[in-house]
């Protein structure tokens, strides 16, 4: 702080004095300068106010921005509780602050809410913050705090517990969007982040290439995270949880694909003593060097496996999709598990009750309500790691009927990504689409079922004539007879007026246009 004496000082030699006002000139000019701008701005620049990113936090006030140019900023950064945005002008690829091993790159103790944001930025080189002996949070650091981190980098950032992100705290709600957690390393939990009673969010985020002996994505301890249309390939833990280990905690998964990730027990996920619901997820050639591929269940736990796709996972013992060991709830739904361990058992009990396993394919079969044991048909038998379904999928419109249906409007498939069903108005009957049901459809639907010209339906549904979720000789004798035959069934709805198939649990499909008016 500046002083500058009582006014009523008398300097007892005058040349002194002018030294004084010399030198402190320069300063009031600089202060003059920028008093306006510190007192009304909203948008404070680095470097071109500032020379670096913490010191404009530290005048910035709660509803500013600091947008930063881009550059190397070699500093840490503590937002002091402080509600404003630090947004970089041209992104991570060109914007990055770099802790240079001095501890936590970002840190957030003070209590700061979902107004405390950091956007575009490579967060890299931090080492964490000293907690009895434990370093946590190379990247992040936060405790009892929430704030936003949007579209950053949280790249080659080590620790012992969470290389990339820490988190601790029942009131800690961080969210991450759109980040790439990256070549982090921590040497005991968390490569990516280890959250230890927190909550945090990661929507639209990829976790790459982290390491850790223990969750090699994230460790999770207590709290409730959710990972929501994230993709997380290439983790690594020696012991468990190749991308995730959940121990003690309540989970969520939606939309998110786990790849390649290794573990020596639970490939992609070890849960234990947790609840974690994954819906719509797929999971693909994840190792384990000992026990569950895809995932390792043990303890008192509850897991629910809701249109999952499980393929092409390995466990060098036992449990290519899922080892079960002692777990209270294990439900699998409308999923798929097929193609782990190279098409032996896909799951493995060890003394635990049986998984629930309803309206699912399973390779070897499962018994179960619903299941079947037919191969998805995804494209190239899903070794490109593509598990969506093809058009002649057994897997379309076969799952639980009493689900929600599809997002197409049609009875739920099985598996992660549903297969969008053309749902167009026809008249059943009416082959060659020409709204009359006629001789000529059949002659069409012949004609359609032996080609010696290409000629091809274009709406498969309307050709079934019976119904019965074929289209073979048997629709072209049952559309003959109800035209020729007295007293024989005519076909069933939609018929004779056009509409949508009322009952579309087949794979039938019809293109657009199917009704002529």
């Known amino acids: 702080m500046l002083h500058f004496g009582n006014r009523y000082d008398r300097p007892r030699h005058r040349a002194e004095s002018r030294r004084k006002n010399t030198a402190i000139a320069p300063l009031l000019v600089v202060l003059l300068f920028f008093a306006p701008t510190l007192v009304h701005a909203t948008v404070l620049h680095v470097p071109s106010m500032f020379p670096d990113i913490q010191l404009a936090i530290d005048v910035a006030v709660d509803g500013d921005e600091i947008h930063v140019e881009p550059g190397v900023y070699l500093e840490t950064l503590t937002f002091g509780g402080k509600a404003i945005v630090v947004r970089s002008l041209a992104g991570p690829e060109v914007t990055t602050i770099d802790a240079s091993g001095a501890g936590p790159v970002i840190r957030f103790v003070d209590n700061e809410t979902e107004e405390s944001v950091v956007e575009g930025f490579t967060i890299q080189g931090g080492t964490g913050e000293e907690l009895g002996g434990i370093y946590r949070g190379g990247g992040i650091f936060i405790v009892d705090a929430s704030p936003r981190i949007m579209g950053c980098f949280i790249r080659g950032n080590t ?63 207590f709290g409730a995270p959710t990972f929501r249309s994230c993709l997380i390939t290439y983790n690594d833990a020696t012991l468990v949880g190749g991308a995730l280990a959940l121990v003690s905690t309540d989970a969520f998964v939606n939309e998110s694909q786990f790849l390649w990730n290794e573990a020596q027990n639970g490939g992609a996920v070890l849960i234990d003593d947790s609840t974690l619901v994954s819906q719509r997820s797929s999971y693909y050639q994840n190792l384990a060097q000992a026990q569950g591929g895809a995932f390792r269940i043990q303890g008192a736990t509850d897991v629910t496996l809701e249109r999952c796709s499980m393929a092409h996972n390995y466990a060098i013992q036992l449990g290519g999709a899922l080892f079960v060991a002692e777990a209270d709830s294990v439900v699998v739904h409308n999923s798929i598990l097929y193609w782990n361990n190279g098409g032996g058992p896909q799951i493995e009990v060890a003394g635990s009750t049986l998984p629930d396993v309803t309206y699912c394919t399973i390779q070897l079969g499962y018994a179960g309500v619903g299941n079947i044991a037919l191969a998805p048909l995804f494209p190239l038998q899903g070794t490109s790691g593509d598990l969506s379904l093809t058009e002649f999928s057994p897997c379309i419109n076969q799952g639980d009927p009493a689900s929600l249906p599809d997002p197409d409007g049609t009875t739920a498939d099985m598996g992660a990504f549903y297969y969008e069903s053309v749902v167009t108005d026809f008249i059943r009957g009416d082959c060659n689409s020409d709204s009359f049901v006629n001789v000529g459809d059949a002659i069409f639907g012949l004609l359609s079922l032996f080609p010696d010209d290409g000629q091809a339906t274009t709406c498969r549904d309307a050709c079934d004539s019976n119904d019965d979720g074929l289209f073979n000789v048997a629709d072209v004798i049952y559309g003959l007879q109800a035209l020729f035959t007295v007293g024989a069934a005519a076909p069933p709805m939609p018929y004779p007026d056009c509409g949508v198939d009322p009952s579309d649990v087949d794979t039938l499909d019809c293109a657009e246009g199917a009704c002529v008016f």
């Open 159 to 221: 620790a012992s517990d969470g290389g990339g992100i820490y988190a601790s705290g029942v009131g800690s709600t961080p969210l991450f969007h759109q980040c790439r957690i990256e070549f982090n390393l921590a040497t005991f939990t968390g490569g990516g982040g280890c959250f230890e009673a927190a909550a945090p969010e990661f929507v639209s985020c990829e976790f790459f290439e982290n390491d850790a002996l223990s969750g090699g994505a994230a460790w999770c301890h």
